[in-house]
């Protein structure tokens, strides 16, 4: 009931996923990422202990093939899960296990995995790999989200509408670009993940700058004469003497 994509730019060193279910928040559990390292995907009856495994020893350095290897020592539950990975180097490795009952498949193209489980049709993933690999040129997120569009159209999972839909993208500092998530979509939760996206817009890197230069980040005008007022009508100008100290801040419109 989970098709996804995990990929890389190899010109930025980012590394993404998208993602998309009929189940409650799949952006919680099944994503892990390692900026420069590599990523994992963790489904069907998703045991999250098993992505973040993944990702530590790909941040250690581990091959695809050794993370997998890992992952599936590790429990005794692993002929239930679908677990994908991506390494440093654009390897591959994929685990379907013996125990899932319906249709599933994955398909690889250059830095990408596409994988799937409760699909309607084996050729799912081979249409989301293949419009990945169609954008060579776009920016990493935008090229997991027309995977996760194409497997949609191409026939996505069975059963319900798809409830909620993710989409994360690595950064420098341990600081994401992006990490989207449609928890519980009042309509088809690919459409409303692309809206969001468009909404965010560049804001992973105003995001940025705040974490790691938070001085150079000037104070919204607005916000900080509202504040002032609220502190006056308060009268709480002792506790927070915001506006005696007002040079301590540069303010823009």
């Not at 379907?96 to 994955?106: A, D, E, K, T, V």
């Not at 989200?145 to 509408?161: F, I, K, N, Q, S």
């Not at 690595?170 to 989207?180: R, T, V, Y």
Request: with cysteine.
């Amino acid at each position: 009931m989970t098709f996804s994509l995990v990929g890389r730019c190899a010109r930025t060193g980012a590394y993404g996923a998208a993602i998309t279910t009929s189940d409650l928040a799949v952006g919680s559990r099944c994503v892990g990422l390692a900026h420069g390292k590599g990523g994992v995907l963790s489904q069907h009856r998703t045991d999250p202990r098993l992505r973040d495994l993944g990702v530590r020893l790909l941040a250690e350095g581990a091959s695809a093939d050794a993370v997998l290897t890992e992952i599936c020592g590790s429990t005794p539950d692993i002929e239930w899960r679908q677990v994908g990975v991506i390494d440093a180097q654009g390897r591959i490795a994929v685990h379907h296990g013996r125990s899932m009952y319906s249709i599933y498949s994955h398909a690889v193209v250059p830095d990408c995995l596409a994988l799937g489980n409760i699909l309607d049709n084996p050729e799912v993933p081979v249409a989301m790999a293949e419009a990945f690999a169609g954008q060579p040129q776009a920016p990493l997120a935008e090229r997991l989200l027309a995977g996760l569009e194409a497997g949609r159209e191409a026939g996505g999972e069975v059963g319900d509408r798809l409830l909620s839909a993710a989409l994360r993208v690595s950064g420098p500092h341990e600081i994401d670009l992006c990490d989207l998530r449609i928890d519980i979509a009042d309509g088809d939760a690919v459409h409303q993940l692309h809206r969001l996206y468009e909404a965010w817009g560049g804001r992973g890197e105003a995001i940025r700058k705040v974490a790691l230069s938070p001085d150079g980040v000037p104070v919204n005008r607005a916000l900080f004469e509202a504040s002032i007022a609220r502190i006056k009508a308060l009268d709480l100008t002792d506790r927070f003497p915001t506006e005696r100290r007002r040079q301590a801040w540069t303010l823009t419109e």
